[in-house]
């Protein structure tokens, strides 16, 4: 059987900041049997742009997106907020222009964020992953509200062998990265973060995983400010540990 | 001013959503409206149960001498008011000792229940559910008398039990047609202002009896 | 055009007492309508339903309003209309020198709030006073509303002793219970003497001229029922075309406000007393008012911000509310439903930060009875925002940034090019995550960044280096393999 091919859009944040997030998802999807892609000419979603107002700009992102990946059978992407992106917003930013809405309808479903990738497409939730470690799980905003995710990465979390999910009081709450939000309302940002980080020690977790590095770089920015030891650490690091054989 | 400003106004709106004086409206979606079947006795339980969760105080009646018997121990040694609804005075209630009844004249309503210590009406309808009463002002139910006094004792017949809110608006689809004044009253009257502390009798009465006769 | 109010957040977040009194109270709220909606299995139908009748109402609403002021002269009543704050106030003004009113009571009314009634009568020596506890205190203090539903949720029981004392000349207390009790006293009296009683009004029913009035404490009715005349006041887009959509809007605004099935008084007041009823007002007028929302109105994707029916719950939900609180947004309207008015209303030129002080959570469109998709909005106008400043020198940088990010992201050489240029532009050690930046750059987006947390560096080897390396191994694995 030929194995299916998908197509990975790492996320600019994972490609230039947190690459082994990116690895991860090969790893666990070649594990699964998937024939993995790297459309080398692929850079950003536009979300940056689209959620400062600036939408011409996002437009010449976005367009440049469409055209990398249209003719891919599955976009795996390690990330809620840049799955709506492409999924829910490009459509919004061409309301106007029947032809490329047209192309983007054509391609929003294929268009997958990680763990609903695993769980809705390859329909697993055992891939077979081992870290033994107390974690609690951070629902990121778009991924929750946008996209529905919820019960997925739980779901694949609870199979991984040696792992307890704890679940912390405010798993709903934004972390307050909010993209050029976190600059623009810097010591906002931080209390959310701060807020965020209570709830996170109260579970005694030693890891806080999430499927957005965005939100993960804020948390584990404050928590280094903070000096507290807890890590945060994406779901595809946690599903591509394996047991040392 | 206010006939300038109402065609001005009316002619912005009409500009705004590009309509004209007098375009048809498209139909309105239906109510979302659901009466269920509930017998007598499981609304007077959801009543008392609803009722009771409130704070409020209800007494099932077995007859009318009974609720009148209730009332006066609620009388001992305090004022009251009554309302003119027929209903008390069928009970008995309405010439209790220490009981006043205002008649028609609008200032010596207003003393009586500014003074008093309880305001006696019935009322027109009491809703299971949320354990509400129904009051319409009328020549009998001033709005005065379930509103100024501490404390609100309203007898009610028990056949006046709705199932609740959408079988009341089914009942009367414009509440506006019989009187000046509808109220549902759901309980005390109460405050969280302070803290999302609960405190109770702020303005209205802090203390509800409800009889069902 | 205003900055964002730096100083002012900073206040609010430094001050450990508000935290808490904002944090605790819009948890509670939270949890209050948490468990209220848990029995109401189809509480998502209700709320399409609302969203369906606010959307069909506003959609024709000249036809609504022309029924409605029908309706209301039938039932004996007025209709006032308004175009603005101006017009209104000197209504009100006109009405107490006809009828030699010297006090007014008020009960809780946002619409007021919005158009500073308050401090247009007063300038005739009227007494205004406001009857809602959390309103009174307010007054007293001379502060407006923190938040819609709880308007002085950030004052303790302890603010609210030292305002009493000092306000009312009464011996200091401290328990709430007993400060409520103060207040009854004090506005009963007030209630007993005021000629006039101003509400506002939760809807409007259309086909029978009537006002809804939903509250707690019993001032609404006391404001309705005890002066000589009554005036109501109300946003136009309030009005609902049948009492019986109230079947569907009763039941989620008691619990998406406060978590109550029905709140403790739901009133239908219609007119002045009719022939024959004892109590109840002589005059009667329902003020509409516009004051901006045609301006709203005429734009079909944000009109929707007019179905609000001021329930709150988008504060108790919103992280940004949660720290900033109600006074740091710049009008009446707090939190995310105030982060969309204020500009439909003011221009987005008034306050430009306010609808990027948002993470775009969605938490606010998701608590929403009414489904405003305020999200959506905030983006839309974040837009209208970029494009108000194009041809202005504010925001130059951040404009060169966008267009240069565009630039990059949408040519691959160009962003590979760029990537490692910055790579090896990167100060820090390689490896170590950032914890200060240089003071030249404290107020760059980095700087700021740097003021809250720390940053991680780029990566040694961006993803697709790793990539290539990882393909490269693998080939060479298989070769190994194969031979």
């Not at chain 1, 609690?136 to 997925?152: P, Q, V, W």
């Not at chain 3, 506003?58 to 101006?86: M, S």
């Not at chain 3, 005036?231 to 978590?259: C, M, N, Y």
């Not at chain 3, 911000?305 to 939900?317: K, P, T």
């Amino acid at each position: 059987m030929v194995p299916t091919r998908v197509s990975l859009f790492v996320t600019c944040i994972v490609d230039q900041l947190f690459p082994n997030v990116g690895i991860a998802v090969a790893d666990v999807l070649e594990r699964l049997g998937y024939d993995v892609h790297f459309p080398e000419d692929q850079t950003c979603c536009g979300q940056p742009a689209f959620n400062s107002g600036y939408r011409e700009e996002a437009r010449k992102v976005a367009a440049h997106f469409l055209r990398v990946f249209e003719k891919a059978d599955h976009i795996v992407v390690p990330s809620g907020s840049c799955t709506s992106m492409a999924g829910h917003h490009f459509a919004d930013l061409y309301e106007d222009d029947p032809a490329m809405l047209d192309r983007i309808h054509h391609f929003e479903s294929r268009v997958h964020e990680f763990s609903s990738f695993l769980t809705d497409i390859a329909k697993v939730d055992d891939v077979g992953a081992f870290f033994p470690h107390t974690v609690t799980y951070h629902d990121s905003c778009h991924a929750l509200r946008e996209l529905g995710i919820k019960k997925g990465p739980r779901a694949l979390l609870d199979r991984v062998e040696g792992l307890t999910l704890k679940e912390m009081d405010a798993a709903q709450e934004c972390c307050g990265f909010g993209g050029t939000f976190s600059v623009k309302f810097a010591e906002v940002s931080g209390g959310m973060a701060g807020a965020k980080i209570e709830s996170i020690l109260r579970t005694g977790a030693s890891h806080v995983v999430s499927i957005d590095s965005s939100c993960l770089m804020q948390l584990q920015g404050a928590l280094a400010r903070r000096a507290v030891p807890v890590r945060t650490i994406h779901l595809a690091e946690v599903l591509a540990q394996t047991k040392p054989s | 001013m206010s006939s300038a400003s109402r065609e001005i106004m009316l002619g912005g709106i009409r500009a705004a959503l590009g309509r004209t004086s007098g375009q048809a409206v498209a139909p309105v979606p239906p109510p979302r409206i659901h009466v269920p079947e509930v017998s007598l006795d499981e609304r007077v339980r959801q009543f008392s149960q609803a009722f009771e969760k409130l704070n409020g105080k209800p007494y099932a009646a077995q007859s009318p001498d009974d609720a009148r018997a209730y009332v006066a121990r609620l009388l001992q040694g305090k004022s009251a008011v009554a309302s003119g609804a027929p209903f008390l005075v069928e009970c008995g209630i309405a010439n209790l000792p220490g009981v006043e009844a205002p008649g028609d004249d609008r200032a010596v309503l207003r003393e009586l229940c500014a003074t008093r210590d309880i305001g006696i009406t019935s009322a027109d309808y009491a809703l299971a559910d949320t354990g509400s009463l129904v009051m319409i002002s009328s020549r009998q139910e001033a709005r005065l008398v379930s509103l100024l006094p501490p404390c609100h004792v309203a007898v009610v017949p028990r056949d006046r039990l709705l199932t609740g809110l959408d079988e009341l608006l089914t009942i009367l689809p414009k509440p506006a047609g019989l009187s000046s004044s509808m109220v549902l009253i759901t309980g005390p009257s109460r405050t969280a202002d302070i803290e999302q502390i609960l405190v109770r009798g702020v303005h209205g009465p802090g203390e509800i009896h409800v009889v069902l006769v | 055009m205003k900055l964002i109010p730096v100083e002012e957040i900073h206040e609010a977040l430094a001050n450990p007492r508000l935290q808490t009194a904002i944090y605790d109270s819009t948890a509670r709220l939270m949890e209050k309508r948490r468990v209220a909606i848990g029995p109401v299995p189809d509480f998502e139908a209700y709320r399409d339903q609302a969203n369906a009748i606010k959307r069909h109402t506003i959609e024709h609403l000249d036809h609504y309003l022309e029924q409605l002021e029908a309706n209301v002269t039938a039932n004996g009543g007025k209709v006032v209309w308004c175009r603005n704050a101006e017009e209104a106030a000197s209504f009100v003004r006109g009405l107490c020198r006809d009828n030699g009113v010297r006090r007014i009571v008020k009960s809780k009314s946002m619409t007021t709030e919005e158009i500073e009634l308050n401090h247009e009568v007063e300038k005739d020596g009227i007494d205004v006073v406001e009857t809602d506890l959390g309103e009174y205190i307010l007054q007293l203090a001379h502060e407006r509303p923190y938040h819609i539903v709880a308007p002085a949720l950030h004052k303790t029981r302890y603010d609210v002793a030292d305002i009493f004392t000092e306000k009312l000349g009464v011996e200091r207390e401290e328990v709430i219970e007993k400060q409520t009790m103060i207040a009854r006293r004090v506005l009963r009296e007030k209630f007993l003497t005021a000629g006039l009683g101003i509400t506002g009004a939760n809807f409007l029913i259309a086909d029978s001229g009537a006002v809804v009035i939903v509250e707690n404490e019993g001032n609404a009715r006391l404001s309705s029922s005890a002066p000589r005349i009554q005036i109501a006041v109300a946003g136009f887009e309030k009005v609902i075309p049948r009492a019986q959509d109230l079947a569907t809007f009763l039941k989620i605004l008691g619990r998406s406000a406060t978590g109550q099935p029905l709140t403790v008084y739901t009133s239908f007041l219609s007119g002045p007393r009719r022939p024959g009823e004892i109590d109840g007002p002589e005059e009667f007028y329902l003020l509409l008012l516009d004051n901006g929302r045609t301006k709203v109105l005429a734009d079909p994707e944000k009109r929707q911000s007019l179905y609000c029916i001021r329930c709150g719950a988008c504060l108790n939900h919103c992280p940004v509310y949660r720290k900033i609180g109600g006074h740091n947004y710049p009008w009446v309207y707090s939190g995310p439903i105030g982060a969309i008015l204020s500009p439909q209303f003011h221009g987005v030129h008034q306050d430009p930060w306010l609808p990027f002080a948002s993470s775009l959570c969605g938490a606010c469109g998701e608590v929403c009875p009414v489904k405003i998709e305020i999200p959506k909005i905030l983006l839309s106008l974040r837009a209208s925002v970029v494009d108000m400043k194009r041809d202005r020198p504010e925001g130059q940088y951040e404009r060169i940034a966008f267009s240069l990010y565009a630039r990059v992201m949408s040519r691959p050489w160009l962003y590979r090019l760029a990537t490692r240029a910055a790579s090896l532009l990167f100060p820090g050690e390689r490896g170590r995550w950032v914890t200060s930046a240089p003071a030249l750059l404290r107020d760059s987006p980095l700087g700021q960044w740097l003021s809250q947390r720390d940053l991680p560096p780029p990566a040694a080897k961006p993803f697709r280096t790793l990539w290539r390396e990882r393909q490269a191994a693998a080939r060479k694995a298989s070769q190994k393999g194969a031979r």
